[in-house]
């Protein structure tokens, strides 16, 4: 009897498992997006960065899985917010008027920012769903609601997507976003993933390295960066990813993506640069994975290699992806910066700042624990 009642719960755990394995694969279908086909992927396979069937780095990308598994019995106790995350509500109608400086640049967390520069808006990775996953309940959770409905901002021009992984490329945001007039920018073959969701193709634009597209008087310029790319185990680097630099009549930006430090750095300074304002992901690093995350050193290494003026850190503050306390991040940009000399601009999730006035940066975040870069240094390789 007893072997017959263990057999009836091994079953019904079996049923269990099968039915969430099919419940998750159900949810989360769509949004792992579809393979380039046809001329999309006949464009991939004649980049100079394509080669055996995939996108690849210049520099390869090194992975301590060992180190990494350790990481996980030394995280930090602080990974994410114990309490509310400072926020600036952001009406949408703040950017129905351009500002009078023609730039200003309004972080919402993560990768995700509005840049208003010289009569242009764009929208860099909103991925503004509830978790950075193809799934509805499982995944890394925001800390704080999006801002406002993004489809309330109607006289957005262009939305830049990175790359594809769910932290950058999120398809209800997407969706929503199609009720505005916004083009969409992407690195090759992450379009796939656009048409495939319902965006027409005439607002899709794709680009490879140093490809660039004129919008009027305003250019944008698909930038080379070091990481990767995949929505699921089978697509890996199937996709391009990368940064890009904005140049407007007035004022130019350098949007970083994902990215270890890498060489062509120094020749986006040169060739695009100087840069008013550099957005440089800092956060959501580890000593493991030092090639996929620039982290907080060199991101402020960074800035200088594409000659920035003022950097704003990104990549950090709004979801749990690395073992490092929260806050860790803009500790340790501020102090690199100082020793470097560096100008910093740290304002909270929706507060928008213009950087041609003055603005005096006050610690909105709470003073926990983190490690210094002494202690757990970020060092890309073959960056030099």
Not at 97 to 109: A, K
Not at 275 to 301: C, K, M, R, S
């Amino acid at each position: 009897m007893r072997r017959w009642r263990w057999k009836q719960v091994g079953r019904g755990l079996g049923f269990a498992i099968a039915l969430a394995l099919v419940t998750l694969v159900i949810d989360a279908w769509t949004s792992l997006g579809h393979r380039a086909t046809g001329e999309r992927l006949a464009r991939g396979e004649h980049s100079p960065e394509w080669s055996d069937g995939h996108f690849e780095n210049p520099e390869p990308l090194v992975n301590h899985m060992g180190r990494a598994l350790l990481g996980l019995f030394s995280r930090s106790p602080d990974v994410s917010p114990r309490s509310r995350v400072q926020v600036v509500p952001t009406p949408p109608e703040r950017f129905d008027t351009p500002p009078p400086t023609g730039l200003r640049v309004t972080w919402f967390g993560h990768s995700s920012l509005l840049l208003e520069i010289d009569g242009h808006q764009v929208l860099t990775d909103p991925a503004w769903s509830e978790r950075a996953s193809p799934s509805s309940w499982l995944g890394p959770k925001r800390w704080y609601p999006r801002p406002f409905d993004p489809a309330r901002l109607q006289h957005l021009e262009l939305v830049l997507i990175s790359h594809d992984h769910y932290d950058h490329l999120d398809r209800e945001t997407i969706l929503a976003l199609l009720a505005t007039p916004a083009r969409f920018a992407v690195p090759l073959g992450v379009g796939a993933h656009l048409e495939y969701w319902g965006v027409p193709a005439a607002r899709i634009i794709e680009l490879d390295w140093w490809q660039r597209t004129n919008l009027g008087d305003f250019t944008l310029v698909c930038t080379p960066a070091r990481h990767a790319s995949g929505r699921h185990v089978f697509d890996k680097d199937s996709k391009l990813w990368a940064g890009y630099a904005l140049l407007g009549n007035r004022h130019r930006v350098y949007f970083s993506g994902d990215t270890g430090l890498f060489k062509a750095m120094r020749a986006i300074g040169e060739r695009l640069g100087p840069f008013d304002l550099t957005l440089i992901e800092a956060g959501q690093y580890n000593a493991a994975w030092p090639d996929w995350h620039i982290g907080p050193e060199q991101a402020v290494e960074a800035h200088l290699r594409v000659k920035g003026k003022l950097l704003l850190p990104i990549h950090w503050g709004l979801f749990t992806l690395a073992y490092h306390a929260w806050t860790e991040p803009v500790e340790r940009v501020l102090v690199a910066a100082s020793a470097a000399n560096v100008s910093v601009l740290t304002p909270p999730p929706g507060e928008s700042v213009e950087p041609d006035l003055p603005y005096r940066n006050q610690r909105w975040w709470p003073e926990i624990p983190w490690e210094s870069a002494r202690i757990s240094p970020i060092v890309s390789g073959n960056s030099e």
